[in-house]
Every structure is written in structure tokens, then in C-alpha cells.
């Protein structure tokens, strides 16, 4: 088992639709860094467009790839990607964040190709890793990774469903990836092929991660159960457990996260959290100086457990060229 670290890098507080762009987060990324090296990790960048015209970033990334200190991905925010159209949903910074998943196949074509351009410009070399913003990825999209020479992509997020959350102003909502498995996949097209590596999110506990349709049958139907809220409120409040540094998050949590991935023989860990959460006030997780520090604390004790059982990291693209080679 490996481990990859990907952290969305994007604009402050997307939580907070249609305010102004800002990108001040980026300042607060080299202290990561440097924790990251003292353990021997190569984090995965995956960037969004507002990021790829800020010059301090621009600095920043092209500094660490032509380093090999990390890899420089992309990260696709529909509502921050040009083109943009004069319609509501589609306007630039626009207060609805659009699936990718939901897009038309030429605007999502026009949108990566765009995103691929500015990463180039900013690296110096062309992106072949990738998450969609909200994780609005499907097929459609894999299809236009494909065409602009993508390896690998980190949309999925297994046991979870966005169908419920809006995007498209009366649209569908979301993927539903309820069904979608924990383990990496190959999309293989005529015009060629894509790997996933989903986001690591499991289920730990009994019967949930012996039996993945029991799991499955649970997370889509707990919403509107009853007897299965008790059991959630009761139970299973923490399930399925994201591999992800949220303040809701313990080192318990985690290294059962680990076992249990151990224990299904998952060859990758892949966490993710996004690049605002490391500036104090700039997401709903982190408001304060000492919710950062408190980031910090559980990433370094995280990371301790990782170096202790041998886990080593690798980047997205490393992963994916593991795989099919």
C-alpha cells in the first residue's frame, strides 16, 4: 500500500458561492510543504484556474514540479473556468457551482482545454492528473481527460451520493457514486484510457465494511429511514469515514481508516482536503489560528503513523503509471 496526498488548490472560501475571487490561501502552502518533505511525501497540486493566474502561485508551483518536490495537477470549478456564458449557471464566479458532470460535451471540452493551457503556462509542462470541482466527474468527463492527454483521474467518491446537492439551476444535482468501488478503475475508450484512483473513503465498522452491499443499501437510504437514522445517530455517526483532516477527525478515526484499508488490500490511500483549509478563517473547517494548529497536530501525528508501518508516498501520475505498467 501507498500513499498519495492531494489537496484541491483553489480560490478562499468556495464555500462561501459568488464571493469574489481571492487566492491569499497560496501564502499558507509552504509551511505544508516543508511538513510534507520532513516525511518524505510528494503532495499532489491540483489546481483550479484563479490559481493559475496568480503570480505568486505561478512562482510557487513552477518552483516545486521543476524541483520534483510535487506534482501539479488540475482541479476543474466550473463556475471559475472560461469560457463562461451570460446565463444563469454559466457566468464567471457565478453564486451556482455547476457540476462538470452537468455541462455539455463541448463546454466541458472548451473548460479542460482552457484549464490545461493556463497549468502549462504556469509549470511549464501539461497536467496529467485531475479532480473535477464537487466531484462532478462521469464518463463524459473522462472522455475529454482522455482527448487532452490525461493518465488519471480522482473524482470518485465511493458510498457517497451528490445527487441531493444543486448545481445546474433545475438540474439533477450531482454523481451518485453510492454503487462506485473504493479500489481504481481503467476507463478504456477507442481514443484511449483513464484511470481513477477514488478518494479513500471506507466504511469501518460492523456489518458495514464486511459486507459492501449491506454498506451500500445504508448509505443510500439512511436519509430517509428511520429505524437506519436511529442506527446512524447511535452508531454510525462517523461512517463512512473520509480519509480526510476535518475537524471532526481523530487519529483513532484514521488509523482505523488504515487497517481497514489494510485489511481489503487497497494498494492506495489517497486523502484529499483543499488548500484554503490551511489559512486560518478561510473555510467553514478552520476559522482560527488554533484549528490550524490543530490541522497541523493531526496531519503530523497522521504522517508519524504512515513512516512507522512503511507506507511511502507517491504522486497521482506515479500511482497511475504503478498501474498499468
Request: proline share 6%.
Amino acid at each position: 500500500m501507498k500513499f498519495i496526498l492531494t489537496i484541491d488548490t483553489e480560490g478562499d472560501n468556495q464555500w462561501d458561492h459568488g464571493r469574489t475571487l481571492t487566492v491569499e490561501n497560496v501564502k499558507y502552502i509552504d509551511r505544508f510543504q516543508v511538513l510534507c518533505e520532513k516525511y518524505g511525501i510528494n503532495p499532489t497540486y491540483l489546481v483550479t484556474s484563479e490559481i493559475c493566474e496568480d503570480p505568486y502561485a505561478q512562482k510557487l508551483f513552477s518552483d516545486y514540479v521543476k524541483d520534483n518536490r510535487a506534482e501539479v495537477g488540475a482541479h476543474l470549478h466550473s463556475w471559475t473556468t472560461p469560457p463562461f456564458i451570460p446565463v444563469a449557471g454559466f457566468r464567471e464566479n457565478d453564486e451556482n457551482h455547476i457540476f462538470a458532470s452537468e455541462l455539455d460535451y463541448d463546454l466541458i471540452s472548451a473548460k479542460i482545454k482552457n484549464l490545461t493551457e493556463q497549468i502549462i503556462r504556469t509549470i511549464g509542462r501539461g497536467p496529467t492528473s485531475f479532480r473535477s470541482g464537487r466531484y462532478g466527474f462521469n464518463e463524459k468527463v473522462a472522455r475529454v481527460l482522455i482527448e487532452n492527454n490525461y493518465l488519471v483521474d480522482s473524482s470518485v467518491t465511493p458510498f457517497v451520493s451528490w445527487s441531493g446537492q444543486r448545481g445546474l439551476p433545475g438540474g439533477k444535482g450531482g454523481p451518485d457514486f453510492i454503487d462506485s468501488s473504493p479500489f481504481p478503475d481503467q476507463y478504456n475508450y477507442k481514443s484511449g484510457s483513464l484511470t481513477e484512483i477514488p478518494v479513500t473513503i471506507l466504511p469501518t465498522m460492523l456489518p458495514l465494511n464486511r459486507n459492501h452491499w449491506i454498506a451500500r443499501y445504508y448509505f443510500r437510504n439512511v436519509n430517509d429511514n428511520l429505524f437506519l437514522r436511529i442506527l446512524r445517530k447511535l452508531f454510525y455517526t462517523s461512517q463512512p469515514v473520509w480519509l480526510r483532516p476535518t475537524p471532526d477527525m481523530t487519529t483513532a478515526l484514521l488509523k482505523a481508516l488504515v487497517s481497514e484499508a489494510r485489511r481489503i488490500n487497497l494498494p492506495y490511500l489517497t486523502m484529499m482536503f483543499h488548500s484554503s483549509e490551511l489559512m486560518p478563517g478561510c473555510s467553514k473547517y478552520r476559522p482560527d489560528d488554533q484549528s490550524i494548529e490543530e490541522l497541523y497536530s493531526l496531519l503530523t501525528s497522521f504522517f508519524t503513523t504512515l513512516d512507522s508501518i512503511g507506507i511511502e508516498s507517491v504522486t497521482l501520475t506515479n500511482a497511475a503509471n504503478e498501474l498499468t505498467s
